[in-house]
């Protein structure tokens, strides 16, 4: 067997959610390649080179696919990828936008979203927000799936016992049906919500975006990343890239902080899987409990500066 | 121009899901079912996109079973002109709705195609994107605006840390995301109208497509419950436990 993953990444930096899929590649056994298509990859393509288990790196450099549009990247993928077993990459929006159309190129079903490997050709992935779990097998020939990163531990990120060498690919694919017309990246020094090792997240509770900022300086005191749920979403407090749920992220970090989230199945599909949960609500029938390690009944607007004064004393 | 919209049948959002005893699925019988949520802001934005005077007729497709008829006529209420229903009992899975949907754009020509970007119950998130590819349109996911201007569309999309604007050429796929629109309801006057509105009903057969799934299932669970912990009194005693029983701070 043979596995290509597509790296993700921003042009610049390897992200971390590659180094799992590269880990849910290991599980289902194979030599596996990378594929690093960007614009001025160099340094992202030496950084898959040093991950554990990679074989081989592969390179296309070009214009074409330095904003990631779909319509240009699928038809690499389909290309490189139809000599593979398998193509894997992670069930990011990157990921997400182009992985069905290479499956829809290449005429096999596609996989989305699987958080186990049970065999080379069995996966294990959520359905229905997370309230059933499916064990799915794939009969087509080249197994085309995206990986949940949180299903799978990283790989290290510089452990392969040697590194792996480098091939630059002269594959150019402009499908030439979209064009990059702009992008609003939101600014943070806070790390990303999806790979943070603590999340602290506030809901409806919250009230306003501005009481947001309380959020904030625990997060900066922990190194936490800060997220939000729908509701707080809806309500407008705070933008959707920060939301934590079903439709939006999915996060698994060590710690994470529920403040004033009430706990809508919608919210709990999108942070169940984190090691400890912790949540502040005054509503002590509020469903978030239910899945709260520890809980604290209490006004948030009392506990969330105690907190941050109690962790100021620890720190 | 025309839109073409593609709605799914799914179990209503605020049912609780129940695994079936037997792990073969999830227990459908007897559970209210509605248009799945991502479907019905894909209906509203051809709708509005009507009644600024970019679209001139919006043709709603679905694919399932008799029922699934329900879901057509809820967006014939909500504002379509006509509907086509692809009838079939079959499970139908994201590649082959992808090619269904095909034939029926390829006889119905539309500018662009509205979908959700995934649906509620197999949460896929493939098959506006197989669309795309099968027909060779560019595909603006995961939407948050759709501008149309002139023989191409802006789509703004939600990404990861932010939003990125895309411009594709007419023809194009569209897939929904949560903050595109706010869906309205259907008034009485127009659930009324939306039954003489024409519905055509075909097969797969006759749209010449194989709808044999490539995927099996082999068993569906519930998901491992989350066994509730303690309440502690105060915040000194949660950072304590934090820092020496949990020790993840």
């Not at chain 1, 927000?129 to 799915?136: R, S």
């Not at chain 1, 992008?183 to 090792?197: C, F, H, T, V, Y």
């Not at chain 2, 600024?52 to 007729?57: F, I, L, P, Q």
């Not at chain 2, 709808?211 to 669970?221: F, G, H, I, Q």
């Amino acid at each position: 067997m043979s596995i290509l993953v597509i790296a993700e990444h921003d042009n610049s930096s390897l992200k971390q959610a590659t180094l799992n899929v590269v880990a849910a590649a290991k599980a289902i056994g194979g030599d596996i390649d990378v594929l690093v298509a960007g614009e001025n990859v160099g340094a992202v393509a030496e950084a898959a080179a040093k991950a554990e288990g990679v074989n081989k790196v592969l390179v296309a450099d070009n214009a074409a696919y330095g904003h990631f549009l779909a319509e240009n990247l699928s038809e690499l993928v389909a290309e490189v990828g139809k000599g593979y077993s398998h193509i894997l990459t992670s069930a990011g929006t990157t990921g997400k936008d182009f992985m069905p159309r290479v499956a829809a190129l290449l005429d096999v079903a596609q996989v989305s979203d699987i958080i186990r490997v049970e065999s080379e050709d069995t996966f294990v992935r959520p359905i229905y927000a997370g309230n059933a779990i499916a064990t799915v097998k794939a009969n087509d020939s080249i197994k085309v799936v995206t990986v949940r990163p949180t299903g799978f531990d990283p790989v290290a990120a510089e452990g392969g016992s040697a590194s792996a060498s480098v091939e630059q690919l002269d594959v150019v694919k402009d499908a030439g049906l979209s064009s990059f017309v702009g992008e609003e990246k939101a600014q943070s020094d806070r790390p990303d919500l999806a790979s943070a090792g603590i999340v602290i997240s506030g809901g409806r509770g919250m009230q306003n975006g501005d009481n947001f900022k309380m959020l904030e300086q625990v997060a900066d005191l922990m190194g936490a990343a800060v997220g939000a749920s729908r509701a707080a979403v809806d309500a407008g407090f705070v933008p959707n890239d920060m939301q934590v749920g079903q439709t939006g992220k999915i996060v698994a970090p060590q710690l994470y902080v529920a403040v004033g989230i009430s706990g809508a199945i919608q919210h709990l599909a999108g942070m169940s899987d984190s090691k400890v949960i912790v949540a502040i609500n005054k509503d002590e029938e509020a469903p978030i409990f239910q899945v709260a390690d520890y809980g604290l009944v209490a006004d948030l607007f009392e506990a969330v500066p105690q907190l941050e004064e109690e962790l100021k004393k620890v720190l | 121009m025309k839109v073409l919209v593609a709605v799914k049948r799914v179990i209503d959002y605020n049912v609780k899901v129940r695994v079936k005893p037997d792990n073969t699925g999830v227990d459908l019988a007897n559970v209210k079912m509605a248009m799945n949520p991502f479907c019905e802001i894909a209906v509203e934005e051809a709708v509005r996109l009507k009644e600024k005077g970019v679209a001139s007729e919006i043709v709603v497709v679905s694919i399932g079973p008799k029922a699934a008829q329900e879901q057509i006529r809820t967006a014939l209420a909500l504002g379509a002109d006509r509907g086509i229903h692809i009838e079939t009992d079959e499970e139908v899975q994201s590649l082959e709705a992808a090619k269904l949907l095909k034939a029926v754009v390829e006889k119905e020509e539309p500018k662009l195609v509205i979908l959700g970007k995934q649906s509620i119950d197999s949460d896929n998130n493939q098959t506006g994107q197989m669309l795309a590819a099968l027909t060779g349109m560019g595909q603006g996911t995961f939407a948050s605006e759709v501008v149309v201007d002139g023989d191409k569309v802006n789509v703004t999309r939600e990404v990861d840390g932010g939003l990125m604007t895309v411009a594709l050429n007419l023809p194009a796929v569209v897939t929904t995301d949560l903050r595109l629109n706010e869906p309205r309801y259907a008034s009485l006057p127009n659930i009324m109208k939306a039954k003489k509105k024409p519905l055509d009903s075909v097969s797969p057969a006759d749209l010449g497509v194989d709808v044999a799934a490539r995927l099996s299932t082999l068993k569906v669970e519930a998901p491992a419950a989350r066994q509730a912990g303690i309440k502690v009194a105060d915040v000194a005693e949660l950072v304590d436990k934090l820092k020496n029983e949990a020790k993840v701070i």
